[in-house]
């Protein structure tokens, strides 16, 4: 295998917490690519480089995978090694990658991933069964990313996948208040030293994070751990006993906000994250507005290679779909498409349903940033 050429390093988010960068999403300049790892998704939706790297505390793969119609996998925590990465919360951090497609991923991950397993990604392999986390969790989607979530699972029963509803995190508000008073403690704790000389250097946004994680005690932090831990066991279970493979969720709540003082909401990825689960998010058609919405894959712990595995028959799926929609609106016509039904751009499909935008929430945990133009 010949050797990567390295192109250059991509814009983050400051420490990768919330505050961006200026890079733009490549399909609408006028929104956010996402965050933290908004360069790396934007290189490789703009063609500027074949594959990229990134990490995840929460939500920083994943959601800018789907905001910018590119796939982007974040292994289990720990598979790979985060050995120089200056930390934002420890117990979550995961390096991943950005590719066009699943096998780009694949490849990548094949040299990443520490105990690689490579029978368990030769050839197609049984159909997952899927599972959908009903509840409050999937509530947190708009219409738009709902009513597409709803297209790709009909999809994939009519494909001859076996999708079963499971209800799961009734108790998802306290999971996000454990997930976020691990996360800040654990940001104030990594910046201490360097907050405290050079503290007016830092963003708002970063600072707010800071000194709220500071307000955070050793006694509340150690009730979360546990907590935590109570959570990652009861979704295993769960999981075991719906029989489901993967669970497969909305990538994001919607598709990229409008405007770069946000980089959308992480909420979506927020339990996954904080179980430490491989996720991988593929690009799955379109919003009303044009913009690409990501469909999302979880596998259980340790279960790397199998969902990477499970994922390219589904990306087989979505993509066939994509080019079936992109048949039909070329036949309509230019500037008479079909209705309801946008042109396609990296695998993107459908232009329906309808809704909010979904970008009012903490990134990998705080408010919102500002910036303009698109570099990775």
């Not at 007016?200 to 150690?222: F, L, N, V």
């Not at 048949?327 to 946008?342: H, I, P, W």
Request: glycine letters at 14%; proline letters at 8%.
């Amino acid at each position: 295998m010949p050797p990567a050429q390295i192109a250059g390093k991509t814009v983050t988010a400051e420490f990768a917490v919330t505050a961006p960068g200026p890079t733009r999403n490549p399909h609408n300049p006028a929104h956010t690519p996402g965050g933290s790892s908004s360069g790396s998704a934007a290189a490789v939706a703009a063609g500027m480089v074949p594959l990229a790297i990134g990490t995840q505390t929460v939500g920083s793969m994943i959601r800018p995978a789907a905001y910018c119609g590119v796939v982007g996998f974040k292994p289990g925590y720990g598979r790979i090694p985060v050995d120089g990465v200056i930390p934002n919360a420890a117990s979550f951090d995961t390096l991943g990658c950005y590719a066009t497609d699943v096998a780009g991923v694949a490849l990548a991950a094949s040299v990443l991933v520490d105990g690689w397993r490579p029978e368990a990604v030769v050839g197609p392999g049984p159909r997952p069964v899927l599972g959908v986390p009903a509840g409050p969790y999937l509530e947190r989607a708009d219409d738009a990313a709902l009513r597409a979530f709803e297209e790709q699972q009909e999809l994939l029963r009519s494909a001859g996948y076996t999708v079963h509803e499971v209800p799961v995190m009734d108790d998802f508000e306290q999971i996000v208040e454990q997930l976020f008073t691990m996360n800040r403690y654990e940001v104030a704790r990594a910046h201490r030293d360097w907050f405290a000389r050079f503290g007016d250097r830092y963003r708002r946004q970063t600072t707010a994070a800071i000194q709220e994680g500071r307000m955070i005690g050793d006694a509340a932090y150690e009730a979360a751990r546990i907590r935590r831990h109570a959570f990652r066991a009861r979704l295993a279970a769960d999981r075991a006993a719906a029989g489901v493979d993967l669970w497969i969720a909305p990538s994001a709540t919607g598709p990229a906000p409008a405007g770069l003082t946000t980089t959308g909401t992480s909420i979506m990825c927020l339990p996954w994250s904080n179980a430490g689960l491989p996720a991988l998010s593929l690009p799955a058609g379109r919003a009303p507005n044009g913009l690409p919405l990501g469909l999302q894959l979880i596998g259980g712990s340790g279960t790397d290679e199998e969902l990477l595995q499970g994922a390219t028959g589904i990306e087989h799926v979505l993509n066939g779909e994509a080019r079936k929609r992109d048949v039909l609106n070329r036949g309509a016509g230019d500037g008479d498409a079909v209705a309801g039904e946008g042109a396609r751009v990296d695998g993107g499909a459908r232009n329906d349903g309808g809704g909010r935008n979904g970008g009012d929430r903490r990134d990998d945990g705080g408010p919102a940033p500002d910036g303009p133009a698109l570099r990775a």
